[in-house]
């Protein structure tokens, strides 16, 4: 609620320092815990900074000057073990995939003053429901995060406003908006999801082949039978015979949003085709 505070009072430029300033045991799972869950907050606050003072401290290096004081223990996304150096590298990595889209946000605070972090009646002012909610916020006009709030939660109530539909953005289900769900939530990922029709600027992964012969193509959504989200353009290669199926991308973990072509063996005429999007 505080961030969503600032962005009201005309003060975009916000956020926290993920695990607290002060205390935090490295070695402590309940902290590991709510360090994971902090960070994956951070990955959609406007700023994104781990920053503290951990535990246990280390000794002083020297009895002179600054060397005399204690320091705090490491503090790097591989300092809390594997699982949650997995876990940090996914949303470090998707935080960098969203730069495009965050620039733009950033530039409509500039330009119009419009928060960064907004609440959902900022973007929903008709919608009743979206002036209660507290919990949940929007990163710019596409994007609705629901961050986790509670220790051992792996699940969560998560209300989607009314006028539009919402991509989840782990799997790319639809979900119509004026409904409140239940979302899961492990502890490798957050409800985060997209408004039908927008298509937030992302920074495409370097898979791109050479295209020949291309054009523009809009899928439609279950186009055969795979569940493809209808709002991003993609190009193919038009030299190919033979089944292509175009299916969603998830492989790299949450958000992955490229696409990929797969062809049947033997089917290319020409030269592979790679599909390119959000761009």
Not at 208 to 223: A, G, T
Request: with cysteine.
């Amino acid at each position: 609620a505080a961030g969503l505070n600032m962005g009201l009072a005309g003060i975009p430029w916000w956020t926290t320092d993920i695990g607290g300033f002060h205390g935090g045991n490295i070695n402590d799972p309940a902290f590991k815990e709510c360090l994971t869950r902090w960070f994956q907050f951070g990955a959609f606050s406007p700023v994104f900074r781990l920053h503290g003072d951990r535990e246990p401290h280390k000794k002083p290096l020297t009895g002179v000057g600054g060397g005399a004081m204690p320091s705090g223990a490491d503090n790097e996304v591989w300092t809390y073990g594997e699982e949650v150096y997995a876990i940090c590298k996914k949303y470090l990595f998707l935080r960098e995939k969203m730069r495009p889209y965050i620039l733009d946000v950033m530039k409509e605070a500039h330009e119009k003053g419009a928060p960064a972090m907004r609440t959902l009646f900022w973007n929903f002012p008709e919608d009743k429901k979206s002036w209660e909610v507290s919990d949940e916020f929007c990163l710019g006009g596409d994007i609705l995060v629901a961050p986790v709030l509670y220790e051992n939660q792996r699940s969560r109530e998560v209300y989607l406003p009314a006028g539009t539909s919402w991509y989840d953005l782990r799997n790319g289900k639809k979900y119509e908006g004026g409904q409140t769900i239940t979302a899961a939530a492990d502890l490798d990922s957050i409800p985060v999801f997209v408004k039908a029709g927008s298509i937030p600027r992302l920074r495409a992964e370097g898979r791109v082949m050479e295209l020949v012969h291309v054009h523009m193509i809009r899928f439609k959504e279950r186009q055969a039978g795979l569940q493809v989200l209808p709002e991003f353009l993609c190009v193919l290669g038009c030299g190919l015979g033979g089944d292509v199926d175009v299916v969603p991308d998830i492989t790299h973990g949450i958000a992955d949003l490229l696409l990929t072509v797969r062809v049947s063996p033997g089917c290319i005429k020409q030269r592979d085709a790679a599909v390119i999007c959000l761009s």
